[in-house]
């Protein structure tokens, strides 16, 4: 019997060495990936494609890109507690892109440009929406770009919901946000009447004879505490003083305001009364520091301004000897316990802020539609309440009760009323995979700090002028620089120059690039290279029979 050896050195070494030989075990391919400042945003901007343009220089295409999710900008860039700085990869480097800042600077430009937008041909659908604060509007400007008619109805005297009554002017001032407010309302197809309270909502829609209806009316109603007050102390809540701040009152607060609660809305009510001539003003708040409801910024903003905080503190009772409060301590379940050990303070005005609720006896006729315990209506993915053809959204169906959240809420909604008009459902858009910061590779990066806006010194905060000066066109465009392009191609080309095959070819500005199969070996030098890791290597596909080999590939002569 005759013995033939043969060489099996090659199948030998592909079977225990990956990468060896002349035949690939893994390929390149370009992905998008979901930037986390994209999906931190609760109005769901492209943030990440605005900048992109934006650091171009292209303003213009930059604000329509940011308006096709969020028509009010120059608001959101002051009054948005920008969530989506808090996810921004960048702040692992040095600093979040100030990514409200930009979003100002486009917002502001496009009012002093005069841009618009188009819309689509009028589709004969028409939509009553009800109330005129994010969510309406943001509703509003939606469905009439996708061509519907549109009524908005809102029983206050001016548009703009808790925008306007809520956020005190050295926020946001009245005339910026009236100008994007009249932007909107300009849309051909839109039509706003102020002062006309809706009392019954399928009244209303019967009468008006509207294809749908969106229930976008805010939590206006301030909560109560049960606060003996005897001899005429003056207490009120914090809603009602910022609206009547807001109005043009000024109310008479007295030298030393008390303000119970913990959260934005006690800021803006202690900063508020600062500026109605308190000299001190004290925040009695029942948790400790680690459990503020405010966010940090909001509360140091505060305390810059003057306000003290009393933590794990209740009030007993307000009268003609002083506020008198209680000492409490916190259990591990949150709730607290009092200790019988009480203080009195001076104080000639007490300022509840403990939260608010909606009116929703608009929907009492509307006998489908359910209102849960906590007050709020109860709507399906899509925003559609149990009455067919009636949507709602912003704070009265709860969640996180912000102007972005509601103006995310409208847009939604007048996707999922343009599907249902004609018949159809809405299909949310797949989301991209989320990308980490340590899923970027960055051996070598340019320190760039972040951008300041300038500010008004805390001892010339004496009226309501706003307190933040925004960006000039030079830091705006620095900012948007800032951005990483966290998990999209930005056409770099450091793949183009590691690529030790030749395989890899430009497309063209915009068109990213191409990997030839016939020339990658897998080596995932492009991979290594990308910084921002729009590059994933997958496992290259197996035949059809049962063999272990990966496909072959060229070898350059």
Known sequence: MVLKLDDMTQVLQETTRRGVGSRR????????????????????????????????????????????????????????????EGGCNRGELDAPVAIHSVERFLGDLATEKGWQVSVAPASGKKVL???????????AWHLARMGH?????????????????????YRLPREVMGREIARITGVPGVTLRCGQRVDDVVRAKQEG????VFVGVGAQLANRLNIPAMDGRKMTDAISLLGDVSRGGRPALGRVVAVVGGGNVAMDAARTARRLGAT?????????????????????????????????????????????????????????????????LAADAVVLAVGQHTDLSLLAEATAVKVQKDGTVAVDADLMTGQAGIFAGGDCIGGARTMTTATGHGKLAARAIDAWLAGRTYEHPAAHPLVSFDMLHLPDYRDAPRSVQAETPVAERHDFAEVDAGLDERHARYEAQRCLSCGNCFECDNCYAACPEQAITRLGPGQGYAVSMDLCTGCAACFEQCPCHAIEMEPEAVGTDTSPAPSAFKVRA
């Open 129 to 139: 929406v009800v109330g005129a604060g994010p969510a309406g509007l943001s509703c």
């Open 149 to 169: 008619q549109v009524e908005i109805r809102d029983a206050a005297e001016q548009p703009g919901g808790m925008m306007r009554y809520g956020i005190p002017a």
């Open 280 to 344: 001190d003003t004290v925040i009695i708040f029942r948790y400790d520091q680690q459990h503020m409801e405010a966010l940090p910024a909001e509360a140091a903003e505060a305390v810059a301004e003057g306000a003290k905080v009393r933590w794990l503190s209740v009030v007993d009772h307000f009268g003609a000897d002083g506020l008198v409060v209680e000492k409490v301590t916190m259990n591990p379940d949150g709730s607290v316990t009092p200790t019988g050990e009480t203080e009195r």
């Open 209 to 212: 004879g509207f294809d749908a």
């Open 25 to 84: 075990w893994q390929k390149p391919v370009y992905m998008h990936f979901l930037p986390p400042c994209n999906h931190a945003c609760p109005a769901g901007e492209d943030i990440q494609g605005w900048l992109a343009l934006a650091q171009a220089g292209e303003y213009e295409k930059a604000w329509h890109a940011l308006v096709a999710n969020n028509p009010m900008p120059a608001i959101h860039g002051r009054a948005c507690y920008h969530p989506c």
